[in-house]
C-alpha cells in the first residue's frame, strides 16, 4: 500500500496545506478527486455490466439446452461469447485497478502523520509500540488523539518539534473528533458509524436490485450473505476504528451511490448494445485469436499422439452424435419395414375384397388378417 500511498499522501498533503486545513474537510475533498479520476473504470465497468446484462437472456436459453452437458454449455457460451464481441473478464480489470487505487488511499487515510505532516513511518512505529504497546493500521491516528488529550508519553520519542505538529494538527470535522474511536467516547461522534452504516445498507439494496433487475444471478447464496452482511461489517469496524476511517466509508459510499445512479441512467443495458463500439469489436478479435490459439495447441498436441481436453470432448461429442444419427437411421429402418408391411396387407386385403364380390362370395375384414 506504501507504493500508491506515496504519491497519493502527496495530493492529500497538498490539500490539506494550500486548499483546506482541516483534515475532514481534506479527506473528503481527497475522496471526491479520487472517485473522479476513477470514474472512467467506473463507465467501462457500467458498460460491461449492461452488456452482461442484455447477453443473460441468451445464456439462460444456452442453460435450457445444454444445461446437462457441462462440456458442452461451456464451448456453446465461448463461441457466444465471440460471435456477440463480450469477454466475460470485461468487468473485471477496472474493478482490480480500483481496488488497487483503494489500497493506497486506505494508507493515506490510516496515516495522515506520515503523509500529512511528513513525520516518518520508522518514528512512528517505535512510538506507538513503546507507548501504545502494539503498531496496528490506525495507530498513527491514536497517537494524534492521545497527543492533543495531553498526553506527554509521546515526548521522548517524537521530539518537540513533531508533538507541536501533532498539536496543531487539526483532525476535527464538524466539531467530531475524527481521531477518537466511537466505542470508547461515545458522544456525536457515533452518528459516523450509524452513517456508515445507513449508506452501506444503502449501497448494498441498490446493487442487489440492479442484479435482479439486470437478471443476472450472481447475487447468490453465500455472496447474496456476504453482501447483506456487508453493512454490519461497516457498523462494527467504524465503532472500533478511529472515526476518521468511518468518515471515509460514508463519503465513500454517498459517491458510489450517486455514481452508480448516474451510470445506470446513462448506459442502461438496451442502449450500451445498440451502439457497437470498439471495446465490442476488439473482444470480438482476441477471442477470435485466442479460439486460433487452441485449435492450434489441440492440432499440434494430436500431431504427437497427445489428446488434450478439448480434443477430447470434440471426438466424445462427434462419437455421440455419429451414434444418435445411426440410433435414428436404425429407428427410420423398422418404421418404414412396418409401413411397407401394412401397405402390402392392406393391397391384400382389398384384392381379396374385389375377388370375393366378383364371384359372389362372402367377404369379412378377418379375412385380411390370414396372411398376417
Known sequence: MGILGTPLGWIMSFIYDYVVHSYGWALILFIILTRVVLYPLGVKQQKSTARMAAF???????????????????EEMMK???????SPTAGCLPMAVQMIFLFGLIDVIYKPLHHLLHIPNEL?????????GTSTSFSQLEIVSKVQSGSTAFYPILGVENIER????DMNFLGLDLGVIPSQVWGWVILIPILSFVTQILYTLMSMAQQK????????????WMMLLMPLMSLWFAFTMPAGIGLYWTVSNVLMIFQQLILQKL???EKVMAKKDKATERNKEKMRKRREKLEQYNQTMAER????PMAKLKREQEEEAAAQSARSEKKMDRETAQKEKELVQKRLAEARKRM???YGDEYTDSDSGKDQ
Open 80 to 86: 457466444l461469447y465471440e460471435q456477440e464481441g463480450i
Open 166 to 169: 501533532i498539536q496543531n494538527f
Open 124 to 132: 512512528l512505529d517505535t512510538a506507538a509500540k513503546q507507548v501504545l
Open 356 to 358: 370375393a364380390e366378383k
Open 56 to 74: 443473460q437472456p441468451k445464456l439462460q436459453q444456452l442453460q435450457k439446452q445444454y444445461g446437462k452437458d457441462k462440456n458442452r454449455y461451456q
Open 267 to 269: 448506459y442502461p443495458p
Open 213 to 224: 433487475k439486470n437478471g443476472q444471478n450472481t447475487m447468490q447464496g453465500p455472496m447474496k
Open 305 to 308: 499422439g497427445i489428446e488434450t
